[in-house]
């Protein structure tokens, strides 16, 4: 298990921007593939955004697509989660997961096929 660990969260209002950041150590992380979940009470935990740290390459849920922006730093072995214009519905707890592996279109947006997960940081959106 390597450490995962997400901050950033907080109390914001409907149209408000916020950044997560979620760091990992070990340098199998250098590579893989990174998301962001979130999880609102009583729902299951949603995929958000994936990024593959080897190329780049980015992946959205729908709904927060042209919203969200989800980034790497190599340098700093971080993710981040650009969230703009924010909704009340984008209100939930965001979990950053991490796997060594590059995950394949069909699979990335799969909860249990990431290794590694923070604890979790709360984002709420009032209106």
């Known amino acids: 298990q390597v450490p995962v660990v997400e901050s950033g969260g907080g109390l914001v209002q409907a149209g408000d921007s916020l950044t997560l950041s979620c760091v990992a150590s070990?340098?199998?992380?250098?590579?893989?593939?990174w998301a962001w979940f979130r999880q609102a009470p009583g729902k299951e935990r949603e995929f958000v955004a994936a990024?593959?740290?080897?190329?780049?390459?980015?992946y959205y849920k729908d709904s927060v697509k042209g919203r969200f922006t989800i980034s790497r730093d190599r340098a700093r072995n971080t993710v981040n989660l650009q969230m703009n214009s924010l909704k009340l519905e984008d209100t939930a707890v965001y979990y950053c997961a991490a796997t060594p592996r590059t995950l394949i279109l069909t699979t990335l947006r799969q909860p249990h096929e990431y290794e590694n997960w923070g604890q979790g940081t709360q984002l709420t959106v009032s209106s």
């Open positions: 070990g340098r199998a992380y250098s590579s893989g593939t």
């Open positions: 990024i593959r740290r080897s190329n780049g390459s980015t």
